[in-house]
């Protein structure tokens, strides 16, 4: 089992940037992959962006040149840096980590760009 907590999540205005923590509550060296999940207000939960324990990522086409994820193992941590940040990014973002009987999810974090 893993707990996940999301952080960083705000008001900004378009053009700008947030970073998004998700801290574990257990190592995430041997987590196979982690990912960030969006789901705007009337729209279904959307993946952003992924990231395996090789390194190997995949993100979300409205997203790739803008976002970048990453991981701190020593910390835990899984980031995910937001630039160029538009109002279609508006959202509560999700931490997501599969597991054997069922995914892992934070609580969210709320991101709001204004144009």
């Known amino acids: 089992q893993v707990q996940l907590v999301e952080s960083g999540g705000g008001l900004v205005q378009a053009g700008g940037s947030l970073r998004l923590s998700c801290a574990a509550s257990?190592?995430?060296?041997?987590?196979?992959?982690m990912n960030w999940y969006r789901q705007a207000p009337g729209k279904q939960r959307e993946l952003v962006a992924a990231?395996?324990?090789?390194?190997?990522?995949n993100y979300a086409d409205s997203v790739k040149g803008r976002f970048t994820i990453s991981r701190d193992n020593a910390k835990n941590t899984v980031y995910l840096q937001m630039n160029s940040l538009k109002p279609e990014d508006t959202a509560v973002y999700y931490c997501?980590?599969?597991?054997?009987?069922?995914?892992?999810w934070g609580q969210g974090t709320q991101v709001t760009v204004s144009s």
């Open positions: 257990r190592s995430i060296f041997n987590i196979r992959v």
């Open positions: 990231l395996t324990s090789g390194g190997i990522t």
């Open positions: 997501n980590t599969p597991g054997v009987l069922g995914d892992y």
